[in-house]
């Protein structure tokens, strides 16, 4: 692959990843919101319907996203041995430089934590607001 190739694949990469992180957040933010006006007026069949589905939306995206990052940091190793050639012009993409690759290979653990944390906090803000007694 040319240098070019190497750096649109990893901008390509890049964009994919924000797209699936972007639909996670506004997922969350919805659940969010449907807590905040809804919760105290579903049924328990129908909060049941929601966390399920929710659950399901969740579980999806977030290993989307972890997916995701981890073809981003190996596609970040690929660069990083691309750029140590003589003739490469790679060298000012992050993955290049030393030490990039250790903490690349964080980001996806890194965000399945994040995720999981996110998923649990949401849970329990339905529930929260459910349970909430009117001031």
């Given at each position: 692959m040319t240098d070019y190739e190497?750096?649109?694949l990893?901008?390509?990469f890049l964009t994919a990843q924000n797209a699936l992180f972007a639909n996670y957040m506004t997922m969350v933010f919805a659940m969010l919101t449907a807590s905040w006006f809804?919760?105290?007026k579903l049924t328990p069949l129908m909060a049941a319907?929601?966390?399920?589905i929710y659950s399901i939306w969740s579980l999806t995206i977030a290993v989307s996203l972890?997916?995701?990052l981890g073809d981003f940091v190996r596609l970040g190793g690929v660069i990083n041995e691309a750029a140590k050639r003589p003739e490469s012009g790679l060298q000012w993409i992050g993955p290049a430089s030393d030490g990039a690759a250790g903490y690349?290979?964080?980001i996806p653990a890194q965000t399945a934590i994040l995720c999981i944390f996110v998923y649990v906090v949401s849970i329990a803000f339905f529930f929260i607001v459910r349970r909430r007694k009117e001031a």
């Amino acid at each position: 692959m040319t240098d070019y190739e190497y750096a649109d694949l990893f901008a390509s990469f890049l964009t994919a990843q924000n797209a699936l992180f972007a639909n996670y957040m506004t997922m969350v933010f919805a659940m969010l919101t449907a807590s905040w006006f809804l919760a105290k007026k579903l049924t328990p069949l129908m909060a049941a319907v929601l966390l399920f589905i929710y659950s399901i939306w969740s579980l999806t995206i977030a290993v989307s996203l972890c997916s995701a990052l981890g073809d981003f940091v190996r596609l970040g190793g690929v660069i990083n041995e691309a750029a140590k050639r003589p003739e490469s012009g790679l060298q000012w993409i992050g993955p290049a430089s030393d030490g990039a690759a250790g903490y690349m290979q964080l980001i996806p653990a890194q965000t399945a934590i994040l995720c999981i944390f996110v998923y649990v906090v949401s849970i329990a803000f339905f529930f929260i607001v459910r349970r909430r007694k009117e001031a």
